[in-house]
């Protein structure tokens, strides 16, 4: 039996992720800001967390995931009051993106996502509860913000210490006259026509909105209850927006909110921080422009270990294209040995039952260990490497192309790398025609028109390859 642990950002070490009702992890996990496409960086941690929900389920375990959609923000406000438009009309767009992208790089749908404009309610519940509790206070400008100093863990996750930020903040309080305490956050945000345009809910603490960390407390604690299982989201979340959930749910509750904290690092462009004003700036639907594929995105962005800070270049992206070739090729292989190949080898399995037995061993080890994706990944490349020795000797039998072929069917629940999303990826009938008609030409020697053809596949950036069983396409990639 694997035990599944992974790091865990407040106690800094591994822990066994064990349920605790007993029956279903809950995880919650920070979601898209809707103003914008979501970047590749974003998806490093979507993937992140993809592969941490296939692993628990690989693992036996059952879960309910929650990811919000952040729809209410200073980003998503300015957005539709820029464009005289509600703050639905300019996010609905950008939700509809977000699942069509998440659909292209094989990322499972989650139990539940809450948007935060569905959840005032919750929020100003808790709300209540913190001014109930005197943790709360009403500012100078009619804003309600949270008293860190009343909660004596604050800064457990991240570290930090409290006399620190308490200096810190002295410095800075000259120009903070709203709040009591410079590092003091803002549960409510009042009502300022100037800013907020006509965007903004009603509540006891008068007109105004909540502010983006207790959007995340309240539907988490909302759906989830008031302990939960496992809290991911990227590095940048932990402080302050997750120290800040720690602080606003136990404060309420009483209990403790997470069990295990979990962060993923950050993707860097070309080791920079990705930014628009540096042209280093990519969301999905650039590489795919590109040529790329869901699947080269998604391997390039899971093959990297999530604690990893991970620096994106397109030629790691060529990298992981040649990898997953090497895979395809792989699986093509397999699915083309006959008798004749096997030289009509039919007997029982031996050697590839136990290469497959070696291989899912290190592989569960490897993902067991806080998901040591490289780990896990080097085992398949073996097994690749070793099986296809064997096939060069034909010592592989039809059975046992089978069975390592539902090996990786198998393992592909997991990593969705293998046989997801790959019919997308299929030529297009123009491109075949013209390929046909080149090994036409050649078969005649008509070599003008076969290189007008060759020519013209280039164009569309299909480069052919011969080989011995005949001539191949292969994508070129723009960089
Ligand atoms: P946001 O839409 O900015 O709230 O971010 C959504 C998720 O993406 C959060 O979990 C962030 O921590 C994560 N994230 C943002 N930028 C990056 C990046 N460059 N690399 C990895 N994760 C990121
Ligand atoms: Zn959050």
């Known amino acids: 039996m694997n035990w599944l642990r992974l790091f865990n950002t407040e106690s800094r070490s591994l822990e066994k992720v064990s349920p605790l009702d007993g029956k279903t992890i809950r995880l919650y996990t920070c979601g898209p800001t809707v103003y914008n496409f979501a970047h590749?960086?974003?998806?490093?941690?979507?993937?992140?967390?993809?592969?941490?929900?296939?692993?628990?389920?690989?693992?036996?375990?059952?879960?309910?995931?929650?990811?919000?959609?952040?729809?209410?923000?200073?980003?998503t406000l300015k957005g539709a009051i820029e464009n005289g438009i509600t703050l639905d009309e300019f996010t609905r767009p950008y939700k509809k993106a977000f699942f069509e992208d998440l659909a292209i790089l094989g990322i499972e749908r989650v139990e539940a996502y809450p948007e935060a404009t569905a959840y005032i309610p919750a929020m100003i519940k808790l709300i209540q509860r913190l001014l109930e509790k005197g943790i709360a206070y009403s500012g100078a400008d009619g804003s309600i913000y949270y008293a860190i100093r009343k909660f004596s863990t604050y800064g457990r996750l991240s570290h930090l210490n409290l006399e620190d930020l308490k200096v810190g903040a002295s410095e800075r309080i000259a120009d903070e006259y709203d709040k009591e305490n410079a590092a003091d956050f803002v549960l409510w945000k009042a009502y300022d026509l100037e800013r907020d345009g006509k965007?903004?809910?009603?509540?006891?603490?008068?007109?105004?909105?909540?502010?983006?960390h207790i959007e995340c407390s309240a539907m988490a604690m909302d759906i989830l209850g008031d302990s939960i299982d496992i809290h991911a989201g990227g590095v940048d979340n932990m402080f302050p927006h997750h120290e800040n959930e720690i602080a606003q749910s136990e404060a309420c509750s009483g209990h403790r909110f997470v069990k295990i904290w979990i962060h993923s690092e950050h993707l860097l462009v070309d080791h920079k921080k990705m930014s628009k004003s540096l042209g280093n700036f990519y969301t999905l639907r650039d590489l795919l422009q590109k040529g790329?594929?869901?699947?080269?995105?998604?391997?390039?962005?899971?093959?990297?270990?999530?604690?990893?800070?991970?620096?994106?270049?397109?030629?790691g992206m060529q990298a992981a294209v040649s990898s997953l070739e090497r895979f395809d090729d792989f699986i093509e292989r397999l699915s083309q040995v006959?008798?004749?190949?096997?030289?009509?080898?039919?007997?029982?399995?031996?050697?590839?039952?136990?290469?497959?037995?070696?291989?899912?061993?290190?592989?569960?080890?490897?993902?067991?260990?806080?998901?040591?994706?490289?780990?896990?990944?080097?085992?398949?490349?073996?097994?690749?490497?070793?099986?296809?020795?064997?096939?060069?000797?034909?010592?592989?039998?039809?059975?046992?192309?089978?069975e390592v072929l539902n090996f990786l069917r198998q393992i592909d629940q997991v990593l969705g790398i293998f046989f997801v999303g790959k019919d997308e990826e299929e030529i297009p009938i123009e491109i075949q025609e013209l390929l046909r008609k080149r090994e036409e030409a050649r078969a005649r020697k008509n070599w003008k028109l076969s290189d007008e053809c060759r020519d013209l596949l280039q164009e569309q950036s299909y480069l052919i390859?011969?080989?011995?069983?005949?001539?191949?396409?292969?994508?070129v990639h723009k960089l």
């Open 292 to 315: 790329y594929t869901g699947r080269h995105v998604r391997f390039m962005l899971l093959s990297t270990h999530y604690r990893t800070q991970l620096n994106f270049t397109f030629q």
């Open 40 to 75: 590749i960086g974003n998806f490093r941690t979507y993937i992140f967390e993809d592969l941490l929900r296939r692993t628990i389920k690989h693992f036996g375990m059952s879960i309910f995931q929650v990811m919000n959609l952040t729809d209410i923000d200073d980003k």
């Open 465 to 475: 390859e011969d080989t011995l069983k005949g001539a191949r396409l292969k994508k």
């Open 338 to 402: 006959d008798e004749q190949t096997a030289h009509g080898k039919m007997g029982p399995l031996h050697n590839s039952a136990s290469l497959i037995k070696e291989a899912y061993q290190k592989f569960n080890e490897a993902l067991a260990d806080d998901l040591n994706i490289s780990l896990a990944l080097a085992a398949l490349f073996d097994l690749v490497r070793m099986v296809n020795t064997q096939i060069d000797q034909k010592e592989v039998s039809v059975h046992e192309a089978k």
């Open 199 to 212: 965007i903004f809910w009603q509540s006891p603490f008068g007109p105004g909105r909540p502010g983006w």
